[in-house]
């Protein structure tokens, strides 16, 4: 075993955390890339997944598959009920009060559109503010834009410090009478930064502002209460939490979702339809207009159970020793520039690289099997404001090891050393 591997997992000769353990579950990890032992160090753009989910995708295609919420047969019964259970583990994942606070949807992004797109439209005048912050991903700030170019709503941009610390004085200063909607990501996808999301909802709420959540990245690498946040809507993707792709979260609080208009029209969604009318279904039904991600529900509470059932402190402890591990290793170059030192930060380390374009670092160094991303990575605000265009991330899970960081800062060296 690596030597900080070791130091790390054991305590006084106990195993604390068995990265190998959860290695094993992670069938794609013994895959080879380029004839190289495959170093994932994407997880933030996707994690990969666990056998458990892989196996309950399986068995729910080959046992127990039809369309819910329609057949009144076996099948769609059982298909039915799976579903439903996905949306009481979300509850559970996000400590919801009530489990028709949570909507299903494609992704993270079609989660902000439907609350843009509904409350916004419905509430936002012109002239009326919405908050954003610097660092948030495009898909927190397209939707709002639309609110911009349709309604004349003007958008504010809270910022960070150099080393990516969200500046809380200078968002409360943001605020006025017309500030409608706060919408920010809980943490950032290129600094890493954690938000003190509690404290910006406790002070918008002084304001009656509304408050959206962006959970995309912070629900797989801490926990996300919604009660004890108090969000108001919070949505986060089925695929970044080691689950499937085409299922995303929105959590909404009870009396929110109760006075919106559906976001999208058809089967499913309806109470009544005549030639001349139509009347709509309670929440959730009222906004999962269509036939839903069946079977990737059913992967996504294999994914959320995963979790629970994990020690999620001690992968947080991981995670963390990860990340300062990496920007220790990577501190020693001087031609390289990290972005994003804050304090309270996730698994995520983004830098530049003196003279050298990210995406040719992210080909080289995927010779050795090293999967980082290379980019603007969706952020082009935040690329402008530190005035560059385009980063490299490595980003970690909770299966990644002390020796994929000394892989990949290997390869790093001898990419720099090639183009220099
Ligand atoms: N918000 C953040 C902070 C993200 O990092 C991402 C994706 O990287 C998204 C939103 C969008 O997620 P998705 O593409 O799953 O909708």
């Known amino acids: 075993m690596h030597n900080t591997e070791q130091k790390f997992h054991t305590k006084n000769n106990v195993c604390v955390f068995d990265v190998n353990r959860i290695r094993n579950d992670f069938p794609i990890l013994c895959c080879n890339v380029n004839d190289k032992p495959l170093v994932y160090l994407d997880n933030a753009a996707s994690a990969q997944k666990p056998s458990v989910v892989i196996e309950a995708m399986n068995y729910a295609l080959r046992h127990e598959y039809s369309n819910v919420h329609r057949g009144i047969h076996y099948l769609s019964n059982a298909a039915t009920q799976r579903f439903e259970d996905t949306r009481e583990t979300c509850r559970v994942f996000l400590n919801a009060r009530h489990s028709d606070e949570i909507i299903f949807t494609k992704n993270a992004t079609e989660a902000i ?14 002239d009326d503010e919405i908050i954003l912050s610097i660092m948030e991903h495009h898909a927190n700030i397209v939707p709002w834009h639309f609110l911009r170019e349709r309604k004349g709503a003007i958008i504010k941009w809270a910022l960070v ?36 999301i509690k404290e910006v909802i406790r002070i918008a709420h002084q304001h009656n502002i509304m408050v959206f959540v962006d959970a995309a990245q912070s629900a797989v690498h801490m926990s996300v209460d919604v009660r004890d946040l108090d969000a ?43 030639t001349d009318n139509v009347t709509y279904g309670p929440p959730p039904s009222r906004f999962e207009a269509g036939t839903p991600a069946i079977v990737e529900a059913v992967g996504l509470t294999a994914a959320l159970n995963y979790m629970i059932k994990s020690d999620r402190q001690a992968i947080a402890t991981h995670e963390n020793s990860l990340t300062l591990y990496a920007q220790e290793q990577l501190k020693a170059f001087n031609w390289l520039r990290i972005h994003g030192t804050t304090r309270n930060k996730g698994g995520i380390v983004s830098f530049t690289v003196d003279g050298l374009h990210p995406h040719d670092i992210s080909m080289v160094i995927d010779r050795s099997g090293v999967a980082i991303r290379a980019g603007h990575l969706c952020t082009q605000p935040l690329m402008q404001h530190y005035g560059i265009t385009a980063m490299c991330r490595a980003s970690f899970g909770m299966y990644n090891t002390f020796r994929d960081i000394d892989i990949f800062v290997e390869a790093l060296e001898k990419a720099y050393n090639l183009f220099k």
């Open 232 to 274: 108001d809507f919070l949505c986060f993707s089925g695929h970044k939490v080691y689950g499937p792709s085409g299922i995303g979260v929105l959590y909404g609080k009870r009396e929110f979702l109760n006075n919106l208009p559906p976001f999208l029209g058809g089967g499913a969604m309806i109470e009544n339809v005549t």
């Open 113 to 126: 559109n439907l609350v843009a797109l509904t409350w916004g439209m419905n509430n936002l005048q012109q």
């Open 161 to 196: 410090d150099d080393d990516g610390t969200f500046d809380l004085d200078q968002f409360e200063k943001l605020i006025t009478p017309r500030t409608k909607v706060v919408s920010l990501t809980h943490m950032s996808n290129v600094l890493g930064t954690v938000i003190p």
